[in-house]
Each structure stands twice: as structure tokens, then as C-alpha cells.
């Protein structure tokens, strides 16, 4: 296993490819993001080796679920799929998102909003299910002591999730597409063009290695 | 003159790496901040023929003003010229920051918060001036109306500036450092290598036909 100097304590995963891995495999969309599970617990067990102590899956988002059903049903399954293994993975698991609506998974309500350790507990993983990021922040409008206290980030929904100091996207899109705004703030962003399917632990190697040779300045 | 088949109709910018540049040039760190004065010109002299609609300028941060005062002073001096010139360039000028402190620069406080049109006003031109991105959003606290309507954007301090559709960082950083995250949630993100003095309008170029190939979707 390779050591490096520098890691992130947090790394946020946007799964980025799976429709357009599909189309390219001669399979239809919704097809892709079962195969989207494979790789996440791979990345998982990786990133547990190396010693990350928080990972911050981006599922699916409440503009997502506009999509077309067949689509939806497949990636809410591959999100209560990709939980269910991690349970198993020693996870220290937190799912945030939108519960108010039939289109967040039953199953998944138990571990809503509240971390939930299994097993030894080993890494803190957060999973966003129907997320959004405007959900996110106007969560925090619902607290009364939000105005006195006037810091309008210890009451947003995501709070229990720490600042994530590197987001890796696949699928070669250069953008956050709503995640996590504040948490990402500071993010260093790497981008890997391969679709979220085709995962390989040396994609994490090589967003690593970028990641030594850059400083942290939040800001100052 | 280049014609585009898709044009961003918002540009952020991040003029990053003054500092790094006088290092490299010999010259005291904040003798570099009056060589980005020029290259935010030519930039907005480039935008401006494309038809560009709006720019926002990621001036200097209330976190920036923690550092040695030479630099803050040769910071908030090259943010007031530039403001300036582009007074004389036809800008539809739009300053936002926080204005309570002593280290927003005074001559800067007329255009503050309510957009001035200078000349034909041929372009919506934001600057960022003693901006902080959580400033920004807890501004909303302050209005009474915030609660009940509950749509915090409606009332962050910077409700002026519209959506970015891309954002061009130069210095080589792969991250957005504050940069307004409301309306930079679905931006596509550009990173130059070039140290910000050493801007080219091949840069804007090299940025445009990336932007070519890239797709919007809105989180859809």
C-alpha cells in the first residue's frame, strides 16, 4: 500500500458517468447505476486502508427524481444497495437528505439525519439521498435560534458533516452540481474523466498524488 | 474576432497567483497585485466584444485582510483602480461586501450594494471587495422576512449577482475559495496554470472551446 505525506481527511465522491457508461456498454441508461455499487465499496475499502477518516457519498438529488421512473427506481436502489454493503464494512454511517417525500427510501429512514454506527465504526460515511442543496440550506430557516444566533451554518441539515478537504468527480464534468455548497468551500476539486463504472483504485492513487503538491490556505 | 456557437452568459473570475508571480519575478509579494490591474481589463475589453452579459470579479475577502498590511494595502489599491477603470470602459458596475469595517475601501463605498451604470453600461460587472462568503448568506438572517418566506437566496447579500455559468480560476488551484457558492452551485470551473499577471486572451480562448464541449444540465 503506497504512503503518502499529505491526506484528506474528508473526501467528497461525486459518481458522475453512469448513464452515459451505460449507452457506451450497448445497455439502456438505467442499467448504469447498478453498476455504480461495485466501485463505491471498492473506493471505501481503499480509502479505509490509507487511513481517510471521512467519506461523503453524492447519491441522488431531489432535482434527480425528475427523471425518467425507470431511471429512478434504478438509482434509488443502487443507493439502499450501496448502504446496505457498507453496513456491513465496519461504516459509521449518516444519510442526509430530504425525507419529507415517497421518493426517499424506506429503507434507508433509520439511518436519516442520525449516525449510526455498525459494526467497529471504523469511518464516518455520509450518504446524500434525495438531496438538495437549497433543501440544505433552508433547513436551517426551520430553527428558531437561527436568527438570534446568526450563523446560519450550525443549523443546516448537512451540519453533522465536516468540511471535506478534497471532492473527486468521475466523469469529467468541472463542476459541484449542488454539493454540499459549504462543505466544499474549500474543497480541492479533482476531476477523473473515466465514467463512475469503470473505477480503478488508481484513479484515488493519482487524485492523491495532485493532492501533495497542493496548499491549503482557506482562505487566508 | 473568434464567434462561439455557445457563449457563457456569466463569467466568474478568479484572478489568483499575484503573489506567486512577484516571487517569480523578483519583486516583493505585494508588488504583484498592481500587475493584475491590466490583465482584468484586457479581460473584460475580450469579454465585452464576445457579448459577454455579466462578470464577476473575486476582488479580496474579509479572510485576504488577515495578511501582512503591505499586501492588504496593495490589495485594496489595485481593487479601487480597477473599479476606476472600468468606470471609463462602459461597466454596469455592481460592488458587494461587507461595508462595516474599516478595511473597505472608502472611495468604493458609491457603488456598494446598488448597481451603477457608467457610460453606455454595456456590461453587468461585479466586484467582490471585502466579500465573505459566510457573511453572505447570514446577511439573510438580518431581514425580518427571511423566516417566513423561506427562500434563503432571496435575501443573501449578494442577491444581485445572477448564476455563474462558468468560472475561470488562474494560479493553477483546483477549488472555489468562497467564490459566491450560491452562484457558483452549477458552474463549470476552468483552472488555468498561468500565474493571474501573465493573463493572454488565448486563456479565455482555450477556457471558451472547453466550454464548447461541455453540457448544462441543472442538476437534472
Redesign the interface.
Known amino acids: 500500500m503506497k504512503k503518502y505525506k499529505r491526506l484528506p481527511k474528508h473526501i467528497g465522491v461525486i459518481p458522475d458517468g453512469n448513464r452515459r457508461w451505460a449507452v457506451n456498454a450497448g445497455l439502456n441508461k438505467q442499467e448504469g447505476y447498478n453498476h455504480g455499487i461495485g466501485p463505491g465499496l471498492k473506493l471505501y475499502e481503499a480509502c479505509l486502508e490509507l487511513g481517510i477518516e471521512e467519506m461523503t457519498y453524492y447519491g441522488f438529488?431531489m432535482?434527480?427524481v425528475?427523471?425518467p421512473s425507470l431511471q429512478t427506481k434504478a438509482f434509488q436502489k443502487a443507493c439502499v444497495d450501496s448502504v446496505n454493503e457498507l453496513k456491513k464494512r465496519d461504516a459509521d454511517l449518516l444519510v442526509i437528505g430530504n425525507t419529507d417525500s415517497k421518493v426517499f427510501p424506506k429503507e434507508l429512514l433509520p439511518y436519516a439525519m442520525k449516525r449510526t454506527k455498525f459494526g467497529e465504526g471504523k469511518m464516518k460515511v455520509n450518504f446524500l439521498v434525495n438531496y438538495g442543496?437549497?433543501w440544505d440550506?433552508?433547513h436551517?430557516?426551520e430553527n428558531d435560534q437561527?436568527?438570534d444566533n446568526?450563523?446560519?451554518?450550525d443549523y443546516i441539515a448537512s451540519k453533522d458533516i465536516s468540511r471535506m478537504d478534497m471532492v473527486l468527480r468521475w466523469g469529467g464534468?468541472?463542476?459541484?452540481?449542488?454539493f454540499l455548497?459549504?462543505q466544499?468551500?474549500?474543497?480541492?476539486?479533482?476531476v477523473i474523466d473515466e465514467y463512475w463504472p469503470n473505477y480503478k483504485d488508481e484513479h484515488l492513487h493519482e487524485a492523491l498524488e495532485w493532492y501533495q503538491e497542493?496548499d491549503v490556505?482557506?482562505?487566508?
Open positions: 438529488t432535482d434527480n425528475k427523471r442543496w437549497n440550506l433552508n436551517a430557516l437561527v436568527v446568526k450563523n446560519l451554518i464534468r468541472r463542476r459541484l452540481s449542488g455548497p459549504i466544499s468551500i474549500y474543497s480541492d476539486i479533482y497542493t490556505t482557506l482562505g487566508g
